[in-house]
Every structure is written in structure tokens, then in C-alpha cells.
């Protein structure tokens, strides 16, 4: 019965996993459909939608006098803001780069992020290099110089991305909480000069209202952004209690190979021979890191009693 039980538990992160990077893969559709309205206003949008769903919710899961004990807490309050800083700044790379047409430089980004990552953990963590991932830095290094050299220019917008998330990645690691609490914390005192930015943009005709080419479709369409950022982090949450940590990290290789596809096929993105191989190459370094991640967890499994 308690192996029924567990087969299911794992079973349903699984799945909520695997929905969550899909969602994600195929948003990089939903930020071009939302052209013409600036990048700028989606993002103050977003910000203020995603601070204001993930405190309803976490409030409804958790109730007041749980959800209060942070304000009790102002270093924890305060760091956790700093990390919702940075997030927030990796979101609003991200959607400007897509509007822009960066569809392919941001799954570069995202493909190199774990690596960046792990990267952190060893040089702040004093977390192991292994063999397998010093292969796969050498080797997402070698992408990197080979698209450096294709274009003539750093890939700031995929350096930018992994940066900001391994950096958020490394601040939160302090922080043992619900992912919904987490998210509301980190979210939800940049909600409040968010909204007052978008009162602002809206009052003054700067906004996305009466904008021309913006109806009231597009309008509510862009008033999803807050619940379809809110669900795959939710879903990223029910997945990391319930399957395996190299899982989650395999599986998220899933959203960036979905965004590279459509920024290709759907999107219209220029994607070249040069392009094709660096992103061989990065994936080579993935397959290495995978496999060494795979082994660390075999070993450690077989040194516990």
C-alpha cells in the first residue's frame, strides 16, 4: 500500500512537472501575441498581476496568521524581495527579448543556465567538480566562442538570463518554504509600485488601453499573464516534493527545446548552420552533465545505509 502510495506521489510530479515545462516552452507564442502593446507595460502588468494571484492564493492555502510570520521576520522579508528582484528582472529580460525577436538567444540562455548553476554551487557552495561537469562547462563554453565568434558580440541576452536565474537560484537556496509563500514573499511588495506605475501609464494615455491595435481581447489577453505565471510555478512546486532532483533538472531542458522550435518554425526565426552546431555543442556539455548528475546520485545512493 505504501508503495502504491509512492508510485502515485511520484507518478503526479511527474506529470505536474512535465506540464509545467511544456506551459513554459510554448508562453514564448503568448508574449508575441501580445505585440503591439511595449514590453515595459507587460512587464508592470505582470509584475503587479503575479504579486497580487500568488497572495490570494497563498493566503486561501495557508491563511493569515501563517502568511504573516515573514513580517515578523524583516531580514528574511527583505532578502526575500531581493530575490523576487532578481527573478523579476529575469522575466522582464526574457519577454523583452521574445517581443524583440530573441526567441533563439533566450533557449541559449536557459540551456546554459544549469550548468551556470552548478557553476555557483561550486565556486559559492564549495559544491564537488566532477569530471562530467567540467566536460560540460568546457564544452558550453565552446558554444558560447562559437556563436561569439559567428556574430562578433557576447550573447548578452543568454549570458544575462542565466546569470540572473543562478543567481536567484543561489539566494533562495537559504529559504525552506511552500513555493506559493515563497512566491507571494518575493512578489509581493514590488506589486505595490507596480500597480501605482500602471495607474500612471493608464491615466496618461501611455498604456495599454486605448492603444491602437490593442481591443478589449488583446487587453484581457494580457491580463492572463499573472495566472500563466502563477500555474507553472505552482506546478514546478508540486513536482520538486515528489520526484528527484536530477529529474526536475532533466525535464528542464524540455521548455527551452519547445521555444527553440517555435521560435524556428512558428516564429520565423533565423537560425543558421553556425547556430545549429554551437547548440550541438551545448548540447553535448547537457548530455555530459546529465550522465555525471545520474552517476552522483547512483553513488550517493548506494553509500546510504
Not at 92 to 114: D, H, M, N, R
Request: with cysteine; aromatic share 14%; net charge positive.
Amino acid at each position: 500500500m505504501i508503495e502504491e502510495r509512492k508510485t502515485s506521489e511520484y507518478t503526479k510530479g511527474l506529470l505536474t512537472c512535465l506540464g509545467c515545462q511544456t506551459l513554459w516552452g510554448v508562453l514564448v507564442l503568448y508574449w508575441d501575441m501580445l505585440n503591439p502593446i511595449p514590453s515595459s507595460t507587460v512587464i508592470y502588468y505582470r509584475v503587479f498581476l503575479v504579486g497580487l494571484i500568488s497572495t490570494v492564493c497563498a493566503l486561501a492555502m495557508y491563511g493569515w496568521k501563517e502568511y504573516r510570520k515573514i513580517f515578523k521576520d524583516r531580514k528574511a522579508l527583505w532578502g526575500l524581495t531581493l530575490t523576487g528582484t532578481i527573478i523579476t528582472c529575469n522575466w522582464s529580460l526574457y519577454i523583452w527579448a521574445v517581443k524583440a525577436g530573441f526567441v533563439i538567444q533566450t533557449c541559449v540562455g536557459y540551456f546554459i543556465e544549469p550548468l551556470v548553476v552548478a557553476a555557483f554551487g561550486i565556486i559559492f557552495f564549495r559544491e564537488k567538480l566532477s569530471s562530467f561537469k567540467l566536460i560540460s562547462f568546457a564544452l558550453a563554453l565552446a558554444g558560447l566562442i562559437v556563436i561569439l565568434i559567428h556574430f562578433g558580440e557576447v550573447p548578452s541576452i543568454a549570458l544575462g538570463l542565466a546569470i540572473t536565474f543562478a543567481t536567484y537560484a543561489a539566494l533562495q537556496k537559504k529559504y525552506d518554504m511552500p513555493s506559493m509563500l515563497m512566491l507571494s514573499y518575493e512578489t509581493v511588495l514590488l506589486a505595490i509600485p507596480a500597480l501605482a506605475i500602471v495607474i500612471y501609464l493608464e491615466v496618461t494615455g501611455q498604456g495599454a488601453i486605448g492603444m491602437d491595435g490593442v481591443g478589449v481581447g488583446k487587453y484581457l489577453l494580457m491580463l492572463c499573464c499573472g495566472p500563466l505565471t502563477a500555474l507553472p510555478l505552482f506546478l514546478f512546486g508540486v513536482a520538486a516534493t515528489r520526484i528527484e532532483l536530477i529529474m526536475l533538472g532533466i525535464l528542464e531542458y524540455i521548455s527551452p527545446s519547445i521555444s527553440l522550435l517555435l521560435g524556428i518554425f512558428v516564429l520565423r526565426e533565423a537560425f543558421d548552420g553556425v547556430q545549429f552546431i554551437s547548440f550541438v555543442i551545448v548540447w553535448i556539455g547537457l548530455v555530459f552533465f546529465t550522465a555525471g548528475e545520474i552517476k552522483n546520485k547512483k553513488t550517493d545512493t548506494q553509500l546510504k545505509p
